[in-house]
C-alpha cells in the first residue's frame, strides 16, 4: 500500500465526497492488487464486515464477500429481509445498531431509499460503504468503472464518454458522471427525453454546470457514435418507474448492436454495470468492443483495494 492513505477509516458514501487524487491513490492500489492478489491475502486477518443487502445484488455483494474473504476478514450478511428481525418490525437504525455492538469494522450497505447509506454513517461509528441506495449513489461502482477506462486506455483525460439508457433513475450514472467531473473528458447523454438527465430529482445536472463539465443531451447514438471512446450503457430500472405505463413509453427504445458498432472507433470500449436485460445484444458480447465482464471482474480487485485502503 502507498504511504499515505486518503481512504483509512472513512465512509463511502458518494463520489462527490472524493477528489482526482484520492481516486487516483485508489486506482494505483486496484492495479497493484490486481497484478498480484495473492501479495494482499490474509492482510485483514480476523477484521469482521457487515454485508446488509435489502435489495437485490449479485455482482457488489458477492464481490465484497469474496474480496473481504480473500483478506482473511469474517462476513456476516443479511440477503433478505424475510431471514431478520426487519421482518418483525425493527427499524434499520436498531439493526446498524447490533451490527455495531457486535464489533464489526466496516458496513456495506444496500437500500432501496436514496440517503440509506448517508444515514447509517451518522448512526455508527465504524466506516460504512454505500453499496447502492435507491436511484442516488452507487460509488464502488463508478471507481471500478473509472479503473477499468484507464486500464483499456491508459488515463481517462481526453476520452468522449458517452452513457446511454436510463440516465433518470439510474445511480451508477450519476456516481460516474460525478467522478469523471475530475478529469478532462467530454460526455455524451443519450436518451430519450423521459429517460434524460434533467428528469432526475437530485440536481445532477446542475452538480455538473458547476463542475463546468462539457456534455450534450441526446436520443439518437447513431449522431454520435463515431466519436465515442467509451460507451457505457445502463438498462432500464423499471423497479424505479413510479407509473407502469411510463416504463412501456421507453421499454425498447435504445439497443446497441452490432449494426451499430459498425460505425464505432476501433477501440470504442462498451461497459455496462449489468445486469443488462436486452438493451445489449448477445452477438456484442464476441465484439472486441465488450468489456463488460472484465469490467464486471475489476469488481473483486476494486473491493479488495478500497477494503485495505479503508482498514489497512
Ligand atoms: N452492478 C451492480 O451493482 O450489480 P449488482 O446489482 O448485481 O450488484
Known amino acids: 500500500l502507498q504511504a499515505s492513505n486518503p481512504f483509512k477509516g472513512r465512509d463511502v458514501i458518494s463520489t462527490k465526497d472524493f477528489h482526482r487524487e484520492e481516486l487516483d491513490h485508489l486506482l494505483q492500489t486496484t492495479a497493484r492488487l490486481k497484478e498480484n492478489p495473492s501479495e494482499f491475502e490474509g492482510r485483514l486477518e480476523g477484521k469482521l464486515l457487515a454485508s446488509l443487502f435489502f435489495e437485490p445484488s449479485t455482482r457488489t455483494r458477492t464481490t465484497f464477500k469474496l474480496a473481504a474473504r480473500r483478506l482473511g476478514m ?53 466506516p460504512v460503504i454505500n453499496a447502492g441506495d435507491g436511484p442516488h449513489e452507487h460509488p464502488t461502482q463508478a471507481f471500478l468503472d473509472l479503473f477499468t477506462i484507464k486500464e483499456e486506455f491508459g488515463g481517462i483525460d481526453g476520452l468522449c464518454i458517452g452513457m446511454m439508457g436510463d440516465l433518470r433513475y439510474s445511480r451508477t450514472i450519476s456516481s460516474l458522471s460525478y467522478a469523471l467531473s475530475n478529469y478532462d473528458v467530454e460526455l455524451r447523454f443519450i436518451a430519450p427525453p423521459l429517460l434524460q438527465i434533467d428528469q432526475r430529482t437530485d440536481g445532477m445536472e446542475l452538480y ?91 469488481g473483486l480487485y476494486l473491493r479488495m483495494a478500497l477494503l485495505l485502503e479503508i482498514l489497512g
Do not use: W
Open 74 to 126: 469474517i462476513v456476516d450478511e443479511i440477503t433478505a429481509e424475510e431471514a431478520t428481525s426487519i421482518a418483525k418490525g425493527e427499524n434499520l437504525r436498531d439493526t446498524l445498531k447490533m451490527y455495531e455492538g457486535y464489533g464489526v469494522d466496516v458496513m456495506v450497505i444496500r437500500h432501496p431509499s436514496a440517503g440509506a447509506a448517508r444515514y447509517a454513517s451518522k448512526v455508527v461509528r465504524c
Open 208 to 298: 455538473l454546470r458547476m463542475r463546468g463539465m462539457s456534455y450534450e443531451k441526446l436520443f439518437d447514438v447513431k449522431k454520435v457514435i463515431g466519436e465515442l471512446d467509451v460507451l457505457y450503457v445502463t438498462r432500464i430500472q423499471r423497479e424505479r418507474f413510479p407509473d407502469e405505463l411510463e416504463y412501456k413509453r421507453v421499454r425498447g427504445s435504445y439497443r446497441v448492436d452490432a449494426q451499430l458498432l459498425e460505425g464505432a472507433k476501433e477501440e470504442l470500449a462498451v461497459l455496462h454495470p449489468l445486469p443488462r436485460v436486452d438493451e445489449i445484444t448477445h452477438e456484442v458480447d464476441a465484439s472486441a468492443h465488450a468489456k463488460y465482464y472484465e469490467q464486471a471482474a475489476n
